[in-house]
């Protein structure tokens, strides 16, 4: 079974652009998780999908936004990008009744602002 | 909203014990877990442990909680020099995200 594929493995974009983050989650997960890990700060909640719908947000500006496709995967969108956004992006995903089993994570995309 | 927290970082020599700390804010959380960051890697789920629980045995995996003092301990024995990573504990509190710890980064010496 294939685990949660991310894409791409690493990005480089200049101040001001725009970034686009792909996810696919497990077959049969419905749920997609996205976290933010800078160094130092830990795993920082960005967004929660789930069946299409945003469930929950992270203290994160309304420049990180992204969406949930039919087929359940996900893209994390950041605009107007800032030096401080260059970081590690890791994509979860769960079954609905996430705390049960836990979140199953890719191996991120590492995104570099210059 | 829920609140985690561990050390930073935790050195030991190979074959000796690691234990890892890790203490909570919220008294409703019902899962908690152990994740693994590889150099370069996503995390991986070591072991988790329900909230009715006090000890979880996983081979060389030992969870603790103590539920009164909001306290989650990982013991990992005979640590090994792939053992060095970094560990998260997470904690799930209902119908939201995990929350995660901001994670304790173990040396192992050879």
């Known amino acids: 079974e294939a685990g949660v594929t991310q894409s791409p493995t690493h990005l480089i974009k200049t101040r001001g652009q725009q970034a686009t983050l792909r996810c696919s989650p497990i077959s049969g997960h419905t749920s997609v998780y996205w976290y933010q890990q800078a160094l130092g700060l830990g795993l920082q909640f960005l967004l929660w999908?789930?069946?299409?719908?945003?469930?929950n947000r992270g203290n994160f500006p309304p420049r990180f936004s992204g969406r949930q496709f039919p087929n359940y995967s996900s893209e994390l969108n950041v605009n107007a990008l800032e030096l401080e956004d260059s970081a590690l992006y890791l994509c979860?995903?769960?079954?609905?009744?996430?705390?049960?089993?836990?979140?199953?994570f890719g191996s991120g995309t590492r995104l570099t602002v210059v | 909203g829920e609140d985690v927290e561990q050390s930073l970082f935790l050195s030991v020599r190979e074959g000796d014990s690691s234990v890892i700390n890790c203490t909570y804010t919220?008294?409703?959380?019902?899962?908690l877990y152990w994740y693994k960051q590889e150099p370069g890697a996503g995390l991986q789920l070591l072991t988790y442990i329900f909230s009715n629980m006090d000890m979880k045995q996983d081979q060389r995996l030992t969870v603790l909680l103590n539920k009164k003092d909001k306290h989650l301990s990982l013991r990992i024995a005979d640590t090994q020099t792939g053992d060095s990573a970094i560990y998260f504990c997470?904690?799930?509190?209902?119908?939201?995200?995990?929350?995660f710890g901001k994670g304790t980064r173990l040396s192992v010496i050879a």
């Open positions: 979860a995903s769960s079954i609905r009744t996430g705390g049960l089993y836990g979140y199953t």
């Open positions: 997470a904690v799930y509190s209902g119908n939201t995200p995990l929350v």
């Open positions: 999908y789930d069946e299409g719908e945003e469930r």
């Open positions: 919220d008294s409703s959380s019902t899962y």
